[in-house]
């Protein structure tokens, strides 16, 4: 029995130590060095697969929910888009507000995906310091036509790693553009009633053609 | 310099103005859109007349005109558009990107067929975009209230003051004959919508409410490109980055009133840092 014991406390601690070393250089991994190969290995996909060209949408989320979705922290996003009505949400309002933001947020930009064609991303030098654990990412997207699209990242660091808690697209901080939005449904009808609207929201967005994203 | 006095008499304008809307019954809760009410409606007007004429027109010009028809239109009014670009950099000091952009128009003008080819860009000069409500805003004029215009769209107080100088010094306006410039305008509305068919789909998905929406982005875009895409360097205090907001994260989410106070301080050096990098 005490040596099966033993036996099991070593597979464990092996174990632990294995899984952590699997983790370890993800974790290690430089802020701007995380989002350019998160950012290429999406384009790549997405330029060279033929059913999201082809506007599908099931493909095209399932993209953003593997390769995307595991380095993007909704709930620090969620909290800080809804400010300071976000203490006054319970934990399951918060769980339900983060979940139909995180919705909303993966069908648009399935639907921008969808739409990427010859456009390249030309990342900034990073200007950090190693010891920041909240930095952002500049980088342009260098459109077809016309002038190139500043795209930046806010990171922060945690435990699991540098995750993505805000984006910026011409000028403007997403987080930023849904808080009036936010703070004026809240108070038209209170945290269910924002949840009530993303769902819904969300309901149309799913129920929409699947052709949808690509009719110009 | 003499910046002290415009942006007084802007912040009269706006008082004025924003007492004027109180009275008429249509202050919104947000203090940078106190006509809301009135923007809402012109808001909605533009909707319609973009639905029932030229949103479909822009559809077919860009499912019928080939590409590289498309692109020399865009190129074409773009290098006019250049001129004025350039005066407005060197008007804010930035001789560099001027200089840069009278070289464009050289370039573009004779090599690049009257501007139909954008051989500029191509050799690595950028293509900037500036209006004189951007070299205002470089000046030290604040935007006062957002301000939807008639067919124009999303703007402020002060970019609509800087607008006629805007088109005044548009070079297409002295276009003879007058026929060809009418029909000129008309391409290069459409063209330029044309431009943004796939962005206001984009918009419609991700917006609870377009109108906010599209307010609260184009605020904080119109405010970047004054300062080229960097932290505004006037800016009395540095706010955190995300203002009336505590950064909670769940596990100090119930920090009692009290303590708020020093956290606020401690996110100060925060922000500072942020705003260097």
Known sequence: ?216 | MNISTPSVSWRKLALATVTAAALAGCAGPNPRDPYEGYNRAVFNFNDKVDEVALKPAATVYKSVLPGFVQTGVNNFFGNLADVWTAANNFMQGKGEKGMSDVMRVALNSTFGLLGVLDVASEAGLQKHKEDFGQTLGYWGVSSGPYLVLPLLGPSTVRDTMALPLDIKADPWQYTDPVRVRNVGTVVRVIDQRAGLLDASTLLEDAALDRYEFTRDGFLQQRESKIFDGEDNPRAKKKKSAYEDDDDVKPATADTPKGKEQPQAIMSEPAAEKNASL
Do not use: H
Request: charged content about 25%; aromatic content about 8%.
């Open chain 1, 1 to 216: 029995m005490k040596l099966i014991k033993q036996l099991m406390a070593c597979a464990t601690v092996a174990f632990a130590s294995v899984s952590f070393a699997a983790t370890a250089p993800a974790a290690n991994e430089a802020p701007d060095a995380l989002v350019k190969r998160i950012s290429s290995e999406v384009l790549d996909t997405a330029k060279n697969d033929k059913d999201i060209q082809a506007g599908n949408q099931k493909r095209v989320m399932d993209l953003v929910e593997t390769k995307i979705l595991p380095y993007v922290d909704f709930q620090r996003m969620t909290s800080l888009a809804a400010g300071r009505f976000w203490r006054e949400a319970s934990p399951e309002q918060q769980k339900q507000l983060s979940t139909e933001f995180r919705t909303l947020l993966i069908y648009t930009y399935s639907g921008a995906l969808s739409q990427v064609k010859n456009e390249t991303i030309e990342f900034k030098p990073l200007r950090a310091d190693p010891s920041d654990t909240e930095v952002e990412v500049r980088s342009q997207v260098n459109m077809t036509r016309g002038e190139p699209v500043p795209l930046n990242y806010r990171v922060e660091k945690t435990p699991s790693g540098w995750k993505i808690y805000d984006i910026n697209v011409l000028g403007a901080w997403l987080v930023e553009t849904y808080k009036s939005t936010f703070a004026s449904e809240i108070s038209k009808g209170g945290i269910d009633g924002l949840i009530k609207t993303l769902s819904e929201k969300n309901k149309k967005l799913a129920s929409r053609p699947i052709k949808a994203a690509s009719a110009k």
